[in-house]
């Protein structure tokens, strides 16, 4: 049974807008979560990532956002730009399981000019 | 350029074949990770090491062998591996495997086809 999970296979935003992906979490041990970002024949990139003592964490145009009762979080990127069109991953893991990540499936984020 | 460097980046084998797989990072991290990620599926850990000691084998078949000489370099042995191994094998590393806040840093991957 997955821990993390991403229900949105795919995402197709216009180019200036807001890219909202999503991603739900079942182990109430997670408190620290993580996006990276995945371009084709590269490996995964670290984006940005958020503890469960904080709701919400800002960089540039990536920000996430963690509702920790509904065991939910999500990464908005404004405004949107092709460059972004990527893989994102979502990944959890626990102070105690130090640095072992649960990763969600991905999303597809497809930024059209 | 993440400094993390896999290789090959694609390996087609039988299944009687033995094969290995590297890994090597110049950034001066201390725990190093397979994971493996097939078709559909999220990513999954295999195997940490951290100062050159394995710390998880997240009940991987033995058919897989990791071994991790130094710091910078980690390999992943195959042997008689099945079609269903068939998957994109990634590396990482990590300042160390301690703290979940020490960023893992990823290489490209090896997009291995058993036949």
């Known amino acids: 049974d997955q821990q993390v999970k991403q229900n949105s296979p795919s995402l197709s935003v216009q180019e200036g807008r807001i890219s909202i992906l999503n991603c739900d979490y079942t182990?109430?041990?997670?408190?620290?979560f993580l996006w990276y970002k995945k371009y084709p024949a590269e490996g995964p990139t670290f984006l940005i990532s958020i503890s469960s003592i904080k709701d919400k964490n800002e960089d540039g145009r990536f920000t996430v956002f963690l509702n920790k009762s509904a065991k939910h979080l999500s990464l908005h990127i404004v405004p949107s730009q092709p460059g972004d069109s990527a893989v994102y991953f979502c990944a959890a893991t626990s102070n105690n399981a130090g640095n072992m990540l649960t990763f969600g499936g991905g999303t597809r984020l497809m930024v059209k000019p | 350029e993440t400094g993390v460097t896999q290789t090959p980046r694609h390996l087609v084998m039988g299944m009687t074949n033995k094969k290995s797989l590297k890994c090597e990072q110049h950034l001066g991290h201390n725990a190093m990770y397979w994971y493996k990620q097939s078709a559909k599926k999220p990513l999954e850990l295999m195997f940490v090491y951290n100062f050159k000691e394995q710390t998880e084998n997240n009940s991987v078949p033995s058919r897989f062998s990791p071994e991790c000489p130094n710091s910078s370099h980690l390999f992943l042995h195959l042997h008689t591996l099945q079609p269903e191994d068939s998957a994109l094998y990634l590396c990482?590393?990590?300042?160390?495997?301690?703290?979940?806040?020490?960023?893992?840093?990823f290489g490209a991957g090896t997009r291995l086809s058993v036949l």
């Open positions: 990482a590393s990590s300042q160390d495997s301690g703290l979940a806040k020490n960023i893992q840093y």
């Open positions: 182990n109430s041990m997670f408190d620290y």
